[in-house]
């Protein structure tokens, strides 16, 4: 019923390091570096985004675009800047941005957990950079989308234990957590989704032991580009006439499955395991 697209890393690819930590002594920094050095030896072409670095702008506003506004009694950011972008009038760091999206195969964001998700800055990037009509249009979307032929990936820390991200851990399941951005933000402008990579409570570790996670990302991003990514339901099981609902016939077919379809299309089902951390389930 999921179907992953998948193809195979032939040539160096470009890859999109978007980064956000206000530290160069971070342990996040040493996981940005690591992927730097690792994939440049590799071949591949990278190139960062260093959010805090450039003080990326992190609010979507009337500022984003050149020139008059059409409707500056009701502003509305999607339809602006979906103008903007036709007509060339986006703010300068947006369309840096872009540029660098359109070369990249695979984009690797890297960050602290916060609140459960993005920080801020990194929530801005995806507000101000995945622009309508460039990233997404309601046509364009989930499998049909607009980059599916690019891979994006979360690579992040936490403070909390993988244990307290479990069903019935403190925090709940991370495949909850992980849901909206990997299918509402990656997943819906059509990227190939890789399993995140998640540092744990880094800070809670021996420097042994720290040492240990970033060698393991460097084994990781050997084979990266040739990952398989993670399911998601393919955007032609839902019925366009009848608001976007999941094919009838489809939901008989999964009658007899124990499990949902995906975290969000659980069908009052249990959860499909890990399927927000790991392809192939
Ligand atoms: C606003 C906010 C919201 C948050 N929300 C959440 C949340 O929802 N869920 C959650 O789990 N956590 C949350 N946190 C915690 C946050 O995710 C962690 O503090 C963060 O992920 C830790 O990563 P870091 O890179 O900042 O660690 P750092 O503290 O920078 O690094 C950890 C340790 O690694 C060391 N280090 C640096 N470089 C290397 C190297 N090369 N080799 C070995 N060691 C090295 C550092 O010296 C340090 O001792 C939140 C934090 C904030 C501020």
């Known amino acids: 019923m999921l179907r992953s697209r998948y193809d195979v890393c032939t040539s160096a690819k470009t890859v999109l390091l978007v980064y956000a930590h206000q530290s160069a002594g971070s342990f996040n920094a040493a996981v940005k570096t690591a992927a730097v050095d690792e994939l440049k030896k590799q071949g591949c072409r990278v190139l960062v985004s260093d959010l805090y670095e450039v003080k990326f702008k992190a609010t979507a506003t009337e500022d984003d675009i050149t020139g ?14 979906m103008l903007a972008w036709q007509e060339a009038r986006l703010a300068s760091d947006i369309v840096d941005e872009h540029k660098k999206l359109k070369e990249a195969d695979l984009v690797i ?20 950079v995945l622009t309508l ?16 032929d690019k891979k994006a990936m979360l690579s992040f820390t936490t403070g909390s234990h993988e244990t307290m991200f479990s069903s019935n851990g403190i925090n709940g399941d991370m495949n909850v957590t992980l849901w909206p951005i990997q299918n509402g933000v990656l997943n819906y402008c059509g990227f190939q989704v890789l399993a995140p990579q998640i540092f744990w409570a880094p800070t809670h570790l021996s420097p042994e032991a720290r040492e240990g996670l970033l060698e393991g990302w460097r084994t990781r991003l050997q084979g990266l580009l040739n990952e398989a990514p993670l399911a998601f339901p393919p955007a032609d099981i839902f019925d366009k006439g009848k608001g976007f609902q999941l094919k009838p016939e489809v939901r008989e077919k999964q009658a007899d499955s124990p499990f949902g379809l995906t975290v969000g299309h659980h069908l009052e089902k249990p959860l499909p395991p890990q399927s927000q951390m790991k392809a192939g389930v």
């Open 68 to 81: 008059a506004v059409k409707n500056p009694e009701h502003f509305c950011y999607g339809n602006e800047t």
């Open 109 to 128: 964001f890297q960050f602290p957990m916060y609140w459960f998700s993005v920080p801020a800055i990194m929530k801005g990037w995806m507000d101000r």
């Open 133 to 148: 009509g460039f990233a997404y249009t309601l046509e364009k979307r989930y499998s049909e989308g607009i980059f599916r």
